[in-house]
Nanobody, 117 residues
Framework: QVQVVESGGGLVQAGGSLKLSCAVS????????MGWYRQAPGKQRELVAA???????NYADSVKGRFTISSGNAKNTVYLQMNSLKPEDTAVYSC???????????WGQGTQVTVSS
């Protein structure tokens, strides 16, 4: 069993900051990558940021320079620091993890981020 738990969402004014956390627990052999996705009402889910087990990161163009993804010391935790938030960042943010050895993906339940103008 694998559990993926997110925390840190909420309501913030435009220009503000939030930090999301995601922790993976359970039977874990290895973690290839972890990432944050978001889905706004009426839109498709999109990748926000991802980090692999080598530390390489990938960001959506819309968040580059504003969001930072990082791993915790235990490597089963990932954070998303979101600065200079905009109303268009409003969405449900979900954490995804790609676990080894078979590249199985697991999702958290999602956390709501709402940015008011």
């Amino acid at each position: 069993q694998v559990q993926v738990v997110e925390s840190g969402g909420g309501l913030v004014q435009a220009g503000g900051s939030l930090k999301l956390s995601c922790a993976v627990s359970g039977t874990i052999f290895s973690i290839y990558a972890m990432g944050w996705y978001r889905q706004a009402p009426g839109k498709q889910r999109e990748l926000v940021a991802a980090i692999n087990n080598g530390g390489a990161t990938n960001y959506a163009d819309s968040v580059k320079g504003r969001f930072t993804i990082s791993s915790g010391n235990a490597k089963n935790t990932v954070y998303l620091q979101m600065n200079s938030l905009k109303p268009e960042d409003t969405a449900v943010y979900s954490c995804n993890t790609d676990l080894g050895p078979l590249h199985r993906n697991y999702w958290g339940q999602g956390t709501q981020v709402t940015v008011s103008s």
